[in-house]
C-alpha cells in the first residue's frame, strides 16, 4: 500500500534552516509528480511546491519562492524541502503528497512534520 | 493573485444534505480547474473524497458527490453523519503545476 512519512520537523529560529524529508513506498516513485502543502496553526491548507517524475520541473507559491527549494532521490524513493531564510508565518504542519497527474489532483498524503519558527 | 472562495462554515443536522461550493474571486470555476476536495479533522491529514470534479476516491462512500453548480465547484454531502463533522477543503489546479486551495469550509453536524 501506498505510504508517505515525513521527517525532519522541529523548532528552529527565524532566519534560520530545517530540511524536511518523505519517504515513499508501495508505488513507483519515479514515476509520480510530488508536492508539499502546509497548514499553519489556526489556518487552512496552503500548496507549497510541487516537482515533475525527474526533477526537471518545479513550482512554488509565492510565499515561498526563493526561501524554500524542493527536491528529489529517485534512488531512495524520497523527496526532500529544504528551507532557508524561515519566517514566523512559515510554522505550519508540512505534508507530503502524491499527485495524479491524469487528473491533477493530490491522491495520497502523508502524516506530517511539524515545524515550529520561534526564537 | 487567485483567490478560490469558500463558506467559512455551514451547519447540517444529521441525515440532512448540505452543499459545500467553491469559487473563484473572480471568473468562474469549470472542469478545466480539475477541482478536487480533501477532508480533515483535527490531527489527521487530509483525506481525498473528490477529483476531477465529480470522481469519488477510492473508498469514499456515494453520499459524497461533486458537481459544477452555476460558476462554481460543489460538494454535497446527502445524508450527513456525525463523522462528517471536519474542514473541507477545495482546490483548483490553475495550470504549470500551481494549485490554489480554498480557504476552507468548516462543518458542524448537529
Known amino acids: 500500500q501506498v505510504q508517505l512519512v515525513e521527517s525532519g520537523g522541529g523548532l528552529v529560529k527565524p532566519g534560520g534552516s530545517l530540511r524536511l524529508s518523505c519517504a515513499a513506498s508501495g508505488f513507483t516513485f519515479s514515476d509520480y509528480y510530488m508536492s508539499w502543502i502546509r497548514r499553519p496553526p489556526g489556518k487552512g491548507l496552503e500548496w507549497v511546491s510541487y516537482i515533475s517524475s525527474s526533477s526537471s520541473y518545479t513550482n512554488y507559491a509565492d510565499s515561498v519562492k526563493g526561501r524554500l527549494t524542493i527536491s528529489r532521490d529517485n534512488a531512495k524513493n524520497s523527496l526532500y524541502l529544504q528551507m532557508n531564510s524561515l519566517r514566523a508565518e512559515d510554522t505550519a504542519m508540512y505534508y507530503c503528497a502524491r499527485v495524479d497527474w491524469n487528473s491533477d489532483y493530490f491522491d495520497f498524503w502523508g502524516q506530517g512534520a511539524l515545524v515550529t519558527v520561534s526564537s | 493573485q487567485t483567490v478560490v472562495t469558500q463558506e467559512p462554515s455551514f451547519s447540517v443536522s444529521p441525515g440532512g444534505t448540505v452543499t459545500l461550493t467553491c469559487g473563484l474571486r473572480?471568473?468562474?470555476?469549470?472542469?478545466?480547474?480539475?477541482p478536487s476536495w480533501y477532508q480533515q479533522t483535527p490531527g489527521q491529514a487530509p483525506r481525498t473524497l473528490i477529483y476531477?470534479?465529480?470522481t469519488r476516491s477510492s473508498g469514499v462512500p456515494d453520499r459524497f458527490s461533486g458537481s459544477i453548480f452555476g460558476n462554481k465547484a460543489a460538494l454535497t454531502i446527502t445524508g450527513a453523519q456525525a463523522d462528517d463533522e471536519s474542514d473541507y477543503y477545495c482546490v483548483l489546479y490553475m495550470g504549470s503545476g500551481i494549485w490554489v486551495f480554498g480557504g476552507g469550509t468548516k462543518l458542524t453536524v448537529l
Open positions: 476531477s470534479t465529480n
Open positions: 473572480s471568473g468562474s470555476v469549470s472542469t478545466s480547474y480539475y
